[in-house]
């Protein structure tokens, strides 16, 4: 995630840097203000606080509900600005944060859906007027861009290396003394997910989880439960952060009965034409009533970036899908069609080891000396862990067994944030289980360097099983 790096591999043409033209804030746009007595309210949006998780509902047009998520967590939205930032560049967060502007600006902005542009405009100007800054200014619309792209930021500099320069292939002559190439980067693991129906479960109605797994930095900003509810389209709920517009944790249920989570595969190309990952599983997620449909606005004008494996359930029939995402490669398994990747009948599973040779293919380096002699899928230890698990519990999958797998420490590795499942019963009124910290009771304390790089990093402690729900909390 150091962004500043990103800047000048991308080979943008000269443009001028201005956002799109925005909604006015006009006063009639802004829900009154919160009575003084109830200060976790404006006009008919609410926060609340349960189990370590932070609980907030939103509705109407885009720029009003984008302005009530402003208001309600404005001192947070300014707390996640600071943080990435300082992700971008430990020693000159300011600059950092310059950077990904800049790329933000530059290659997504115009991209992303216009529905979308005035929720981030009306949650920019929220946070602005609840008292949020940074570096002495506004919190605008291009900051709370760059959060709900910092995923694909993130994984910009992987699809790099996945596409040709057009000197692949060749060979120069070089008198020089040989020195040590540039680091590739790191893979490292960030989820584990499942979803089972028909004859896997205990009931033959759909099962559903997912654990998020990324750096502790992240850890005070994966608690966040949103409630949406748009004037056009399903209302849902999801895990996000402060000032998201989509998930970024990717863990969906709508009220069509759509469920919908992922987790990351090895990076695929970036085609610069196509539309953010953020705008396309919105649009999924908001105005999706089945597995067809979430396939399709996920994969249309795909951009390539933050690849993904999709696992999508529809309560209404009972299927499931698995849809492995990459640019131009995809996959998609059905239950409908019987169609099952290693026998398990009922159950598909997750857990950043993508499972079809074109989609590995498509990941694989330019450079052919860094390609790996193979691209056909193994099994590495959390895909073992799951078949076992499956092979032990199919025909009874239930709750238990959801909450047995997230508490696995192979399953929920060290650097595990959280853990969510769902039964049908449940996700039908917009509810999920819920942990928030590490799943397996330890806490995750930070390191002295982390300490260093990061003033406002703390500890992640595990916090009690809960259920959260779409309602308001109950009036005292």
């Not at 006009?26 to 609410?46: E, I, L, S, V, W």
């Not at 997910?193 to 797994?213: E, L, N, R, S, Y």
């Not at 799943?439 to 790089?453: A, H, I, S």
Request: a neutral charge; hydrophobic letters at 40%.
């Amino acid at each position: 995630m150091r962004w500043l790096a990103l800047v000048l591999p991308l080979g943008f043409a000269p443009l001028v840097l201005t956002a799109p033209p925005v909604p006015v804030r006009p006063a009639a746009d802004a829900p009154a203000p919160a009575p003084a007595a109830d200060p976790n309210r404006y006009g008919p949006a609410y926060r609340y606080t349960q189990d370590g998780w932070v609980v907030l509902h939103i509705e109407g047009e885009p720029y009003p509900r984008g302005y009530q998520h402003g208001r309600l967590l404005a001192k947070e939205i300014a707390a996640y600005v600071r943080m990435l930032a300082t992700e971008c560049s430990p020693k000159a967060p300011a600059d950092g944060w310059k950077a990904a502007r800049l790329v933000t600006n530059a290659a997504f902005l115009r991209k992303i859906d216009s529905e979308l542009l005035e929720e981030m405009k009306g949650i920019a100007d929220g946070a602005t007027d609840a008292g949020a800054s940074y570096e002495g200014r506004d919190i605008d619309l291009l900051d709370v861009a760059v959060l709900n792209v910092q995923m694909e930021l993130a994984s910009l500099e992987s699809a790099l290396h996945t596409m040709p320069t057009g000197l692949e292939g060749k060979t120069f002559p070089r008198p020089g003394r040989p020195r040590a190439p540039a680091p590739r980067p790191k893979k490292v693991d960030h989820c584990s997910a499942f979803i089972a129906t028909g004859p896997a479960t205990a009931d033959g109605k759909i099962v559903f989880g997912h654990i998020t797994m990324a750096g502790l930095t992240a850890g005070p900003f994966v608690n966040y439960w949103i409630d949406v509810a748009p004037h056009k389209g399903r209302r849902f709920v999801m895990q996000a952060f402060p000032g998201g517009v989509w998930s970024s944790q990717d863990y969906y249920i709508n009220d069509a009965g759509v469920l919908l989570c992922e987790t990351t595969i090895d990076q695929t190309p970036f085609d610069a034409g196509g539309v953010p990952l953020a705008s396309r599983t919105r649009k999924a997620i908001q105005y999706a009533e089945g597995i067809d449909a979430v396939v399709k606005a996920l994969s249309e004008k795909n951009n390539g970036l933050y690849a993904n494996e999709w696992l999508v359930g529809d309560l209404k029939t009972n299927e499931i899908a698995m849809f492995e995402l990459g640019t131009k490669a995809q996959k998609l398994w059905l239950s409908s069609k019987d169609q099952w990747f290693g026998g398990t009948k009922g159950f598909y599973w997750g857990c950043n080891n993508a499972k079809d040779r074109a989609v590995r293919r498509e990941a694989l380096p330019a450079d052919e000396a860094d390609r790996p002699a193979g691209s056909e899928w193994e099994p590495d230890e959390r895909d073992k862990e799951w078949l076992a698990l499956y092979k032990a519990h199919t025909g009874k999958i239930d709750a238990a067994f959801a909450k047995k797998a997230f508490t696995n420490e192979v399953l929920a590795q060290d650097t595990a944030l959280d853990a969510k499942y769902t039964t049908a019963a449940l996700a039908a009124k917009l509810s999920t289980h819920a942990l928030y910290g590490p799943p397996t009771g330890k806490v995750w304390k930070p390191t002295p360097e982390q300490l260093r790089d990061h003033p406002e990093i703390v500890a992640l402690e595990p916090h009690p099983w809960t259920v959260l729900t779409a309602d308001a909390p109950a009036k005292k």
